[in-house]
């Protein structure tokens, strides 16, 4: 893609989020940012209990590059069977430059509001799991 | 949205404002006006802009890329030579949130000596209300042949050096950030980590009013009789004043700076871009809670 083309998929994923809307019975509701700086996200995030991602769904308002590029990590994960370990292993380098230097410029943080909000998310799904396991092992 | 409307609004300089209807009937125009939109959201121009209209980008445009400081005067030509704008052509800026980065674009311009400004009251939001035509397509503008200016920041620009001595002298400031920020409980604004503090609170005896006070709900800028209860009854200014505006980086009180100039007519209006993210950060620089 060009850099035309570039600016073209983040205005189209902004004009048609993908996922985007409430996740009835998720395990985790993670908010991340601000509305009055780029963009505020929730993600709605339900694991399927072997490590995967069972539901996915997001809601938020914000710039074109915040709510564009958080429509684009949500379609990448859910097309891509990405499981909740690699979400964390996910780099904000690499899916910065897959949008396009050129296109995010100094906006690096607005670009990556949508996955960091992610990895909280997958981050609290594992704790909450965690936790869970080991009150029944005392149990 | 008329002429008439903004000339009923009692400005010092209705001028240095055009209402939709002026740009709808000129944005064809493309030898005498350049309509420029300078956004907070970079990629709104690129989402649909104004048709004929060109992009200026507060970061990438304006700013230097190394030093702390605006573009160097032959950079301004270039870029104002590619937008295709010539010294005499009017430029008429609009923006998103009530017009913030475009009074920012505009208040550059004049630095460079670029007096020929105005903005479209009320912004992209109004525009977009009156369900006026919006394009994808980009304008292909006859390149300009703009002569390298003379920089000149000692008018409308304050400097650290500048801003003490008006604190020495007791002079009027008006800190355009949120309450949160002027009472300092706030180091930065939420996710802006990068423009903080190490020091929170204002510039002793500066007064508070944040920045968008002086809009509507639509995006237009008040009435001048509105405007000066706010910075004259409730901020203490009186016409005449020689008044320094800051914020955190400079850009909210650009706003200010316009609405103190233009609107209200006052003669010396500077504003302190080096702002909060100098101030707060400077060794002894006195500060009041």
Not at chain 1, 82 to 90: A, H, I, S
Not at chain 2, 140 to 147: D, G, H, N, R
Request: hydrophobic share 35%; aromatic share 8%.
């Amino acid at each position: 893609m060009d850099r035309k083309e570039r600016v073209a998929f983040l205005v189209d994923h902004f004009g048609n989020p993908r996922h985007k809307g409430v996740l009835e019975g998720a395990d985790v509701q993670m908010p991340g940012g601000s509305p009055e700086c780029g963009g505020s996200v929730v993600v709605y995030l339900k694991g399927d209990g072997n490590g995967g991602i069972e539901g996915l769904a997001w809601t938020g308002q914000g710039d074109t590059i915040s709510m564009g590029a958080t429509s684009i990590i949500m379609e990448r994960v859910r097309n891509e069977d990405v499981t909740l370990r690699e979400v964390l292993d996910l780099d904000y380098e690499v899916f910065v430059d897959s949008l396009g230097r050129d296109v995010i410029g100094s906006r690096t943080r607005n670009a990556t509001l949508g996955l960091s909000t992610l990895k909280n998310a997958a981050r609290k799904y594992q704790r909450d799991r965690r936790t869970q396991t080991e009150k029944r092992a005392s149990a | 949205m008329s002429e008439q409307q903004i000339e009923q609004k009692g400005y010092a300089h209705p001028e240095a404002l055009v209402s939709t209807d002026w740009v709808a009937k000129h944005l064809n125009d493309l030898e005498n006006v350049r309509i420029v939109e300078s956004d907070e959201d970079v990629l709104l121009y690129e989402v649909e802009h104004i048709p004929n209209s060109v992009k200026i980008d507060w970061v990438e445009d304006l700013n230097d890329p190394l030093v702390r400081d605006y573009l160097d005067p032959e950079k301004f030509a270039r870029l104002m030579g590619e937008k295709g704008i010539g010294p005499d052509t009017k430029v008429v800026f609009y923006g998103d949130k009530n017009n913030w980065w475009a009074t920012y674009a505009l208040w550059v311009f004049r630095l460079f000596g670029h007096d020929n400004v105005a903005v479209m009251d009320g912004g992209r939001v109004k525009w977009q209300a009156e369900g006026r035509e919006m394009t994808l397509e980009v304008p292909s503008v006859p390149t300009a042949e703009y002569p390298t200016p003379t920089r000149d920041d000692s008018a409308i620009r304050a400097f650290k050096a500048d801003v003490e001595n008006h604190l020495q002298a007791n002079g009027p400031m008006i800190d355009v950030r949120s309450p949160g920020e002027y009472s300092g409980e706030l180091l930065h604004m939420p996710d802006y980590p990068q423009e903080g503090a190490l020091r929170g609170g204002h510039i002793p005896g500066a007064a508070n009013v944040p920045w968008a006070r002086a809009a509507r709900e639509d995006g237009t800028f008040k009435s001048a009789d509105e405007l000066k209860e706010i910075y004259e009854g409730e901020a203490g200014l009186a016409g005449g004043d020689d008044v320094v505006a800051y914020c955190r980086i400079g850009e909210r009180s650009s706003h200010t700076w316009f609405v103190l100039s233009y609107l209200l007519g006052y003669d010396k209006v500077r504003n302190y871009d080096g702002s909060w993210t100098e101030w707060g950060n400077s060794v002894g620089a006195p500060i009041e809670r």
